[in-house]
Every structure is written in C-alpha cells, then in structure tokens.
C-alpha cells in the first residue's frame, strides 16, 4: 500500500503541484457549471451533450470533521462533493464523541474505517496532525491555528481568472488538446500586501506567492502576538520564500505599489476574549482607499479578503467597490476544494505535476 497522502497546508506542495491544482479547479469549473445552470436543466437532450465533472467520489462519503464554525468552507465541501459523486458528512463539535468522550486517535481509525476522505476544521495545529499520524486515509486541512491552504487555493484561482486586469495582454490559452478546457490566462508577476494579522490565511499566502513568482509586502502591528510563529517562518525559510516578503508594521509601507491588498480578520475564531484589546492594537490597519492612495498602491490595485469580515478591518467603498473580487473568491472555494477532493481523497493524486486523467 503507498503511504496516505494528507495536505496540511501549501508547504506540503511544489509551485507546480499547487499550480496543478488551480488549473484543475478551474477545468472542473468549467465542466460543471452547465449542469447547475437552469437552461441546461430544462432539457434532458442538452444536458446529454454535457461533459461529466470527474466522479471519483462516486459511492464515497468525506468527513466533514469541523470543531469550528463555517459558511464558506462547509458549503463548498458538501457542494463538491456531490458534483463528484460522492457525500459529505458534517460532523460538527456537538455531534460527535470527540473531544468528549474519544481521542483523536480513534475517531480517526473509525471515521478511516467508513469514510474515504477526512476534511477537518480544528483549534490548534497539532490536533490535525494528530487526526493525520493514525487516519488511514487522506486529512485535507479545512483551517488550522496555523494554515489555510484551501484559501489561498480559491485567492489563486481568483486572480488567474482576473488575470487581465493586471495585465491587459493576458489572453486565454488555446485549448489544450488533451484536457479539452481552455486553461488559465497566465499572471504576471504581482506585489501582493497584506495588512492584518498574522494568521492561518497570511501562513499559507507567505508559504505560496513567493514560489509562484510574486512578491509579499506584510504589514502587522509591532507586539509579538502579530508576527509569524515560528513553525510557520522555519517552512517559510526552509522554501525560500522568504526573499520574496517584506515585513514591517506600517500599513502605507505594506501597499506601496501593491497590485492586489488583501486582509482578514483581526480576530480569528477562538481569539474572541482578546477582541477589545485587537480592536486597540490594530488601530489604523482599516484597508481603505485613502490608505492605497497615501501608501502608493497600484491605482488598479483589487482587494481580497477570506471572509467572513468586520467593517474595522475594510471599509465598504473598497469591500462592495470596483477594486474587491471578494465574492468570485468565496464561489471558487468550492471550485477549489473540488480540485482538492478530486486530487486528494478520489484519486489520492495532489503531488504529480501533470494534469490529472
Ligand atoms: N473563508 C472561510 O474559511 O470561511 P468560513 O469560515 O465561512 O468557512
Ligand atoms: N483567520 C480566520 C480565518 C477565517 C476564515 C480565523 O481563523 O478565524
């Protein structure tokens, strides 16, 4: 038996395997969309002339295995899943004896026993880790204390697809002969900032853009709780990455000449008890226009941003204006994980680089 593959975070993949990735969500995306959309529905005849979204999760069930809440992450999950064939469970903290009553050890080898994938949403790092030493199949990270990879999955795809928005030559493609789909435009190289908190969603971005060929400008307010810890920083240097990031605490610094500005939360789940004394310490990290402008954005710049968001952290003219991209983002998480799920728990295939059959 090979060993099972699991994906913690981004770190665990090439540049090209997670480019493999975002090109094949973005196959299946386009697959898949006919068969959602009601004209198509309304008549079998055309529907017969559909291609089929891979199914191999045809007869499987995923465990959904999330102690945190979700909208975004649970919905693209139980979507996909159907799409390819297959069932996704949710089992949230309150539903089952983990934690309670069962060690992660067990739960894993029972839900391993019964289902083929493990999607899961946990507190501290360690407790995925753990679920992934005795799973005896694959454990996708849904969000830890630490990473996010399937975020940064869905942000990648998102500016592929907008691709020419930064560069107004970016053309589509031809269709390749052998997936049939058009695949992505290719993205110049872009200078990403981040204003926020040092989070799960920033790890992965610090572990990925840089190998991706773009550069990360990094603004946290100054106390030790805002920077990166030190796992996250040993697998950014281990990549090399860390040529690629500048790292300073003046938000205006951050922007300067940043193409895309992206944020999130200053309290992440969990942090709720320290809100008050966040809400003081990232005084002035608000992402606004006045901020890009003083700071010298990119005039075209665009905004991302994971969700789900507070006004303190952006204001309304950027998040429901021109520049953000922040719903195509949180659609293409399902667009996403499908690849992930197809990749990882179907095929148990994330680590080639060619496309996948
Ligand atoms: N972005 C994200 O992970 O959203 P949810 O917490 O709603 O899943
Ligand atoms: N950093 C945030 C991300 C939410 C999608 C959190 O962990 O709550």
Known sequence: MPPVPHLMTLADLTGPQISRVINHAHHLKQVSLPWLDPQYSKSYGKRARLRMPSQSLFNKSIALLFSKRSTRTRLAAETASLLLGGRALFLGQDDIQLGVNESARDTAMVIGGMC???????????????????SPVPVLNALSSLWHPTQILADLLTLHEHAHLFDADAKQPPVDSHYRTAPLAKLRPLTVAYVGDSA????????????LGHSLRVATPPQAAYQAPEPVWERVKQLGCDKKIWWGTDPREAVHGADVVVTDTWISMGQELEKEQRLKDFQGYQVTEALCKEGGANPDWKFLHCLPRKQHEVDDDVFYGERSLVFPEAENRKWTIMAAFDLLFGKWDMTSTTAPV
């Open 116 to 134: 083929q994938g493990i999607f899961a949403r946990v507190g501290d790092h360690s407790e995925i880790e753990e679920l992934a030493k005795y």
């Open 200 to 211: 799960n969603v920033l790890h992965d971005m610090l572990v990925t853009y840089p190998r």
